[in-house]
């Protein structure tokens, strides 16, 4: 075989493409990914007991991919393995929660101030269309659309900086936060992160860096105190301590 991809038969060459492989995500990967959402959108709430079979058997699959998707869960904090006994969705650890805030505060603020850099009105654009969306999704009490549009508003962001690699550092640490915003999101909730966002994106058209630093510390701050908040109106869903 030559390295340009052509195979040598003797008398004759015959051309061959190079192909590339795209990777198929496993069946484990897939139960993973449903188990993941549903946790993280609090269809299954904490302390939910779930097993391998119940799971095998409502997506048609052995027990072997299972197993390995709720160790994968069980590592990131999100299931409670009981060897010989049941398995729980976990509950929700403030420290995880306000350690994710803090990377994701770090990583965000950077990337606005870059944003500031590299925006001009057509980069812009897509942000405008989705504040104009936030609205369309508050006045339908769509909850669930409201909370699409909010990560597409920070992922937005990210490709205006020209760093969209940042959201998927961002995406593997904030799942602890996304509970939290599930579980706070109504019409007032709403209301003020749409603000909020709105604020971020009038600093960053106007490439004030500092405006947009302190407008996006600001809203990923918040959480802390709806934490307190939500501990009081639902207090068995949270960690006791963190051990």
Do not use: Y
């Not at 994701?104 to 850099?117: D, F, I, M, Q, S």
């Amino acid at each position: 075989m030559k390295m340009n991809g052509t195979m040598s038969s003797g008398a004759s060459d015959i051309s061959l493409p190079l192909l590339r492989q795209i990777p198929q995500p496993t069946v484990a990967d897939q139960v993973f990914d449903a188990l993941r959402q549903r946790i993280l959108t609090l269809e299954l709430p904490p302390n939910t007991k779930i097993s391998e079979a119940e799971v095998s058997k409502l997506m048609g699959v052995s027990r072997q991919p299972v197993r390995e998707a709720f160790k994968r869960l069980a590592k990131l904090g999100f299931l409670h393995i009981r060897p010989q006994s049941s398995t729980t969705v976990s509950l929700i650890s403030e420290e995880a929660v306000l350690r994710a805030r803090f990377i994701r505060t770090a990583l965000e603020v950077k990337t606005c101030r870059t944003a500031c850099e590299t925006s001009t009105p057509q980069k812009l654009a897509p942000l405008h269309a989705l504040i104009a969306r936030q609205k369309e999704a508050i006045a339908a009490q769509d909850r669930d659309l409201f909370h699409a549009l909010d990560e597409e508003f920070h992922i937005a962001i990210c490709g205006l900086a020209d760093v969209p690699f940042v959201w998927d550092i961002i995406q593997d640490s904030k799942a602890h936060m996304d509970r939290i915003r599930m579980l706070s999101l109504n019409t007032t909730s709403q209301k003020l992160a749409l603000q909020e966002h709105v604020a971020i994106l009038d600093a960053i058209s106007a490439r004030d860096a500092d405006t947009a630093e302190a407008a996006m510390t600001g809203h990923l701050s918040r959480i802390v105190v709806v934490i307190e908040e939500l501990k009081k109106e639902q207090r068995s869903f949270f960690q006791e301590t963190d051990s």
